[in-house]
C-alpha cells in the first residue's frame, strides 16, 4: 500500500469517528429545562458558588464521575480550561467530599466540584450520560451541551463562541 493510499484511509477514519461522535452526541443530548443561575450550591470544600455571579462571562458546567472512564480522561482538559475560564464541574454519584478530594489530589487536578452525591442535580438537569458539559453564553443562555470526550481545544472553541 502507497503512503499516499494509507493517508488516505487515515483521513477517511478520522473523519468517520469525528462525524460519527457527532451523530451520537446529537442524539444523547439532554433536554434541560432547568436554569442553572438559578442556583446557589456548596463545593466539596463548603464554599458557596452562586451561579448568578457567573453571567457575565461564558460558564461551562461540568457533570462527570469518579467511576467513569471517559472522564477520567477528560478530567486534565477541564482542569487546563478552569485555569481561564468560568468552569463548575459537578461530581455524581463519586462518593463523599473527601473521596473526591483524594481523586482530585491523585490526578493533580484543581477545578471547582460540587458533589451531588445521590445524583439529584443530574435528574435535574436530565444527565444521564458522563460526562456531559453544558456551555452558558454571556447572556446566560446555553449555547452548547457535549455529551463525552471533548478536547481543551474544542472546549476552549466554544467557550469563544459563547462570548
Known sequence: MS???FLKEIVFTVL????V???LNYIRQPEIHENIYDYTLKDINQETIDFSTYKEKPLVVHFWATWCPTCKLE?????EVSKTNNV???AVTSGSNSEIKTFLKEKNLNFKVINDKDGVLAQKFNISAFPTTLIYDTNGSLKFTE???TTTLGLKTRIQLAE
Not at 16 to 19: A, D, H, N
Not at 75 to 79: E, P, V
Open 21 to 23: 461522535s457527532m451523530v
Open 3 to 5: 503512503i499516499k493510499k
Open 16 to 19: 468517520m469517528v469525528f462525524v
Open 75 to 79: 478530567a486534565s482538559n477541564i482542569d
Open 147 to 149: 455529551v463525552g470526550y
Open 88 to 90: 463548575v464541574t459537578i
